[in-house]
Structures are given as structure tokens and as C-alpha cells.
């Protein structure tokens, strides 16, 4: 699989919007999913949520109701909608494909900056 390419981030305040992209050419027509992982400033890669083939999707526990993946197959685009953010969601967030035969490197990852 092609590295993904994220986009999207950025600075918001409290309480705001912002909605992210990932978009890795094929990876819909090769029967992948792909997953979001956020990291923060001296802690660990943590798992945001993911999307199925079939369009299925999972979510951390912590942010359910907040965040929201969906996909674009037309675009092999799959979009992270974080709502009321936190400043606590400020990290870097990354996309991978996953599944069978599906496992792609890495991608720059977007800045997200969440102020109070």
C-alpha cells in the first residue's frame, strides 16, 4: 500500500470543529480499511477509530460521540469529523490501512492544536 497523505489540521479553539483527511490511492479497491491514531507531545501512539471495508466503524472509547470517521471511495478519502475538541486532543494524527495484504506506512501525520 501507498503511504497515505493526511491533511486537515490545524489550530482551533475549545469547543471547535475540524474535519481531516486521508487519502491513499487504491486502498478501497484493494479491500482495506483504514484506522486514525493521534499522538501527543511526549506520549505514546494512541488509536483514535477506524473504517472498514464494508464501512464499519470503531471509535476509542473516550471519544465516541465526538468523533466520526467516514469515506469517500471515489476519492480513496477517509475523513475524521472531531467535534467540540478538547485541548487535550491536540496531537499529531496519522492514517494506515490495515487488512489483509493491507498494511502501509506511516503518513506525515496533520497537526491538530486544540487552545483554550
Known amino acids: 500500500q501507498v503511504q497515505p497523505v493526511e491533511s486537515g489540521g490545524g489550530p482551533v479553539q475549545a469547543g471547535g470543529s475540524l474535519r481531516l483527511s486521508c487519502t491513499a490511492p487504491?486502498?478501497?479497491?484493494?479491500?482495506?480499511?483504514m484506522e486514525w491514531y493521534r499522538q501527543a507531545a511526549g506520549n505514546e501512539r494512541e488509536w483514535v477509530g477506524s473504517?472498514?471495508?464494508?464501512?464499519?466503524?470503531y471509535y476509542a472509547d473516550a471519544l465516541k460521540g465526538r468523533f466520526a470517521i467516514s469515506k469517500d471511495e471515489a476519492k480513496d478519502t477517509v475523513y475524521l469529523q472531531m467535534n467540540d475538541l478538547k485541548p487535550e486532543d491536540t496531537a499529531m494524527y496519522s492514517c494506515?490501512?490495515?487488512?489483509?495484504?493491507?498494511?502501509?506506512?506511516w503518513g506525515q501525520g496533520t497537526q491538530v492544536t486544540v487552545s483554550s
Open positions: 487504491g486502498f478501497t479497491s484493494n479491500g482495506c480499511g
Open positions: 494506515k490501512t490495515f487488512g489483509t495484504l493491507c498494511s502501509s506506512p
Open positions: 473504517i472498514t471495508i464494508t464501512d464499519l466503524t
